[in-house]
């Protein structure tokens, strides 16, 4: 009798709760009594099991992301979200608009990301991931725990924001020569600077975060996608240089691979081709002003 | 007590917002620090060597280590000193909003306004300063729930990344002839606000005079002016 019930449950309940059923001690006597209340215990484990779904989903919340594939700054909440394994919703804006939505969740910047938890807006990219980071605290963390390294990762990160992306774009969209060289000439002395901070913080380690990513690799590394494309559109300028920044390099690769990271950066050729229409959408803009 | 806390040095200037900002939050946590400040003009070797990637002050030097940009460093200072009064707010959502606000107000400075060449240029900076402060004021209202400071019954992250700006902002009222950014009647709260702020003990030696500062920003005017003409 024993032997059929067993293989039943082993269909239905996944092997974790199985295993659960076959140590409970069983106060009944063996036969008649254990078919019965078997049943009602496979009913129970199988509606249970949907419950804790359900209610593991509403542990997370409920959780929005608004933003563009293309986007960097998107890149980094979606790669947190990833890390701590938590399911979203992803609202993407379509180019050249702005969503209602996103005009009254960011009505001061009304820029993406924003990431709408329980209906409540966070904004900035750098914010958001510290959110996701303090909220989700059960899952890997984000930030470093002391609080000398917490403060040299916000240092980077904010670095990245106001002294090196606007490199990136004002090398993609420069409209001469020399604005593009001197755009690059940054871009390379700003890629020193990170070789180095990614040798003295990884301490030998694969990743700014060590062991495992963390919140200079993210902020970084959501801009990979865009570095790679600079390269190319810019006729084989080097910025990660396996002579010049070895470290970076090699630091590239293995955060590209990782499982929080993979589906997200986006492939060099898609950035390429979405960036001739953002390039042309700026100096229309600038043509116009 | 001095050798709990470590050796703390702040490189900095008296007139610097940005500067007023870690030695308030230092007073807020009762920690005592030498104010290692650089001369008008020149960059002192140690900013240099603490600070090579922007040779900026503030910089916060505890045992030797450097931490630069000033919100960045008073959140440090809010982790390191986590048994005073805390500074940051405790939920996650209230710090992302304290986070928005503190960023928000490093992005639009008050020194577009100050050293604006032309008539033009000055009313356009002012406008936007004004529709800032209106922002401001609906956000103060909505986070203090009625009570004095941002940051609720005591002086809080935003009251610091803001607060730090008043000295200016009063100078730059004066200097563009009595133009009302602080205005009874657009932002009554953060009238209030502000005089709170500026009376609390952790804030009052740190926040200069007006006069101080008007001083102050005619030196650095002119020497914006002869940079812009140089370059």
């Not at chain 1, 690059?184 to 990743?207: C, N, P, R, T, W």
């Not at chain 1, 963390?214 to 902020?219: L, Q, V």
Request: charged letters at 25%.
């Amino acid at each position: 009798i024993k032997e059929p019930i067993i293989s039943l449950l082993s269909l239905t309940l996944p092997t974790e709760s199985l295993y659960i059923r076959i140590s409970r001690p069983c106060f009944l006597s063996p036969n008649r009594k254990l078919k019965i209340s078997s049943f009602y215990s496979v009913f129970f484990h199988f509606f249970s099991q949907h419950f804790s779904a359900l209610a593991m989903a509403s542990n997370n919340g409920d959780v929005k992301l608004i933003g563009a594939w293309a986007s960097p700054y998107v890149m980094r909440p979606r790669i947190a979200l990833n890390v701590k394994s938590v399911e979203y919703e992803f609202l993407q804006e379509q180019f050249g608009s702005k969503s209602e939505l996103l005009l009254k969740s960011n009505p001061v910047h009304k820029k993406i990301p924003v990431l709408l938890h329980n209906g409540k807006p966070i904004c900035e990219s750098s914010i958001i991931v510290e959110y996701i980071d303090e909220v989700w605290s059960s899952g890997p963390s984000i930030l470093p725990s002391d609080p000398y390294d917490r403060a040299v990762a916000r240092f980077w990160a904010a670095y990245l924001d106001e002294k090196w992306f606007p490199n990136v774009r004002g090398a993609a969209a420069a409209s001469s020569e020399e604005a593009k060289n001197a755009a690059v000439d940054q871009l390379k002395e700003g890629m020193a600077l990170l070789e180095g901070a990614y040798v003295e913080i990884s301490k030998g380690k694969d990743f700014f975060g060590g062991e495992k990513i963390g919140f200079i690799d993210i902020a970084f590394g959501s801009m990979l996608a865009w570095l790679r494309a600079l390269q190319v559109m810019l006729g084989g300028v080097k910025l990660l240089d396996e002579e010049k920044t070895p470290g970076l390099c090699k630091w590239a690769a293995k955060f590209s691979a990782d499982p929080a990271v993979k589906d997200v950066l986006p492939e060099t050729e898609k950035i390429i081709e979405f960036a001739k229409l953002l390039v042309a959408k700026i100096k229309a803009a600038a043509a116009s002003s | 007590m001095a050798s709990n806390n470590g050796d703390v040095k702040l490189i900095g200037a008296w007139a610097s917002p940005y500067v007023m900002r870690p030695r308030i939050a230092l007073n807020v946590k009762s920690v005592e620090y030498e104010f290692l400040q650089e001369q008008f003009g020149s960059k002192s070797e140690l900013l240099l060597k603490s600070n090579p990637v922007h040779k900026k002050i503030p910089v916060l030097l505890h045992n030797g280590k450097p931490i630069c940009e000033s919100s960045i460093i008073v959140e440090y200072i809010d982790e390191v000193w986590s048994s005073g009064p805390s500074i940051l707010p405790s939920d996650p959502y209230d710090r992302a909003v304290a986070r928005f606000w503190a960023a928000y107000l490093d992005e639009k400075n008050v020194r577009g306004a100050a050293a604006a060449s032309s008539e033009e240029a000055k009313n356009a900076a002012v406008d936007q300063l004004k529709e800032g402060m209106a922002l401001l004021e609906g956000a103060y209202v909505e986070i203090s729930k009625g009570k004095d400071f941002f940051g609720g019954e005591k002086i809080g992250f935003i009251d610091i990344a803001f607060g730090s700006m008043l000295a200016w902002l009063r100078a730059l009222q004066v200097m563009l002839g009595g133009v009302k950014l602080l205005d009874e009647e657009k932002t009554p709260g953060l009238c209030k606000w502000a005089a709170k702020f500026s009376a609390d003990p952790a804030v009052k030696d740190v926040l200069p005079e007006t006069e101080k500062i008007i001083e102050f920003a005619k030196l650095l005017v002119a020497k914006i002016k002869a940079a812009a003409a140089s370059s």
